[in-house]
DNA sequence: ATGGCTTGAGTGTCAAGA
């Protein structure tokens, strides 16, 4: 089975790009961020057409997610349980044995403003949601944009970010929380190539520096764990005309 | 140098992203 998420900002302006994405890579399932469209706009015609179903939880503008996958898809929940949150953040199902969630965590802006600390509520209530998910779906893949680096060596100016957002301490507390839960960051289940990241700002020529931080994770269940083959960023589609300024992250399982 | 691009909104220019 194969799974992947990509943040596309903006799935109007990126379908043609994750329809060729889809063809080329054959993903069992896609979790996409950042749709910006609601759910009338979102091009579950175009999908079907290319052989995948779609759930989605989208809203106007700002945010959105879903699951595009191929097969069956169960128990279908949108948002996080219990947590008063209009922003649409969050999609979860289960294909097959293996429950799959996508998440679009808050970028948090600035260290120590609101939207920082809706960033660490928000992934706290995520953490407790979890624990009850996993509890019924042992086989479960948390995959999206975290809006976190974990370590150092997920950043190229390390020193530069020391602190700053995306890479504060309790943003990667709260991440050290979900692999506290049992879940294991797939990317780090294998060598990987040094200065390996999954976003590039659009200025500055970051991609062709390589000035990059690697924010988007999919994180596995330890019933999962043995099943991973390998897990990679591809960062093919980041070198196309009008690419998202994410990659998609993939992971092989058994 | 707090900029630089890109998107959605909507037609002038701002909010938001990371």
Not at 155 to 178: N, Q
Request: proline share 5%.
């Amino acid at each position: 089975m194969k799974l992947a998420t990509w943040n596309v900002n903006s799935l109007k302006v990126r379908l043609p790009q994750v329809l060729d994405w889809l063809a080329a890579n054959s993903p069992d399932a896609l979790c996409l961020q950042e749709t910006k469209t609601t759910d009338e706009g979102f091009p579950f015609a175009e999908l079907a057409a290319a052989g995948y179903r779609a759930e989605h939880n989208g809203q106007k503008t700002y945010n959105g997610v879903a699951i595009v996958w191929r097969g069956e898809l169960a128990d279908v929940v949108r948002d996080i349980p219990g947590l008063a949150d209009d922003q649409k953040r969050v999609i979860a199902g289960t294909l097959g044995d293996t429950r799959v969630i996508s998440a679009y965590v808050p970028n948090g802006q600035e260290v120590g403003s609101g939207k920082y600390a809706y960033k660490l509520e928000w992934l706290a209530a995520l953490a407790g949601w979890l624990r009850a998910e996993l509890a019924r779906w042992p086989r479960l893949a948390l995959l999206g944009d975290f809006n976190i680096a974990p370590e150092d060596r997920d950043v190229h100016d390390p020193e530069a970010w020391r602190g700053k957002i995306l890479c504060s301490t309790a943003e990667r507390a709260a991440f050290d929380a979900l692999l506290g839960l049992g879940l294991a960051d797939a990317f780090r289940l294998f060598e990987q190539p040094d200065k390996s990241y999954s976003w590039w700002d659009y200025r500055e020529l970051a991609f062709r520096r390589n000035r990059g931080l690697r924010i988007d994770h999919v994180l596995l269940s330890a019933a999962l764990v043995p099943d991973c083959r390998a897990c990679h960023i591809d960062k093919t589609p980041r070198r196309l005309e009008r690419p998202s300024d994410h990659a998609p992250v993939v992971v092989e399982l058994r």
